[in-house]
């Protein structure tokens, strides 16, 4: 199982830009999202979405940021608008999967930089 990360880069305070995650090897995904971790500090999530559609976002970024998932193509993303500079920091999509067993795998994904600029 691989996660692919797309999108991140330099924006300008108030600017917008939108992260996608492709997982291939695995055609059963249960919940899918986004972490962030920035410089000295904790790695927190940001966004989840289910395999059911039921999402959920930090309070920090909710009413900014949209998190949405193609479960036809196993791929989730990240909207983010109205950037502020706290937004700043490393960006890592995630993966859960059923196993045989009673506990889910989860998989990450390799880290997308996002940087926002005042």
């Known amino acids: 199982v691989q996660l692919q990360a797309f999108g991140g880069g330099l924006v300008q305070v108030g600017g917008s830009l939108r992260l996608s995650c492709a997982v291939s090897?695995?055609?059963?995904?249960?919940?899918m999202g986004w972490y962030r971790q920035a410089p000295g500090k904790q790695r927190e999530l940001v966004a989840l979405v289910t395999s059911g559609g039921n999402r959920q976002h930090a309070d920090s970024v909710r009413g900014r940021f949209a998190i949405s998932r193609d479960n036809t193509k196993n791929t989730v993303d990240l909207q983010m608008n109205n950037l502020k500079p706290e937004d700043t920091a490393t960006y890592f999509c995630?993966?859960?999967?059923?196993?045989?067993?009673?506990?889910?795998?989860?998989?990450w994904g390799p880290g997308t930089q996002v940087t926002v600029s005042s």
């Open positions: 995630y993966a859960r999967f059923p196993t045989t067993g009673p506990y889910e795998h989860t998989q």
């Open positions: 090897g695995s055609l059963a995904v249960n919940a």
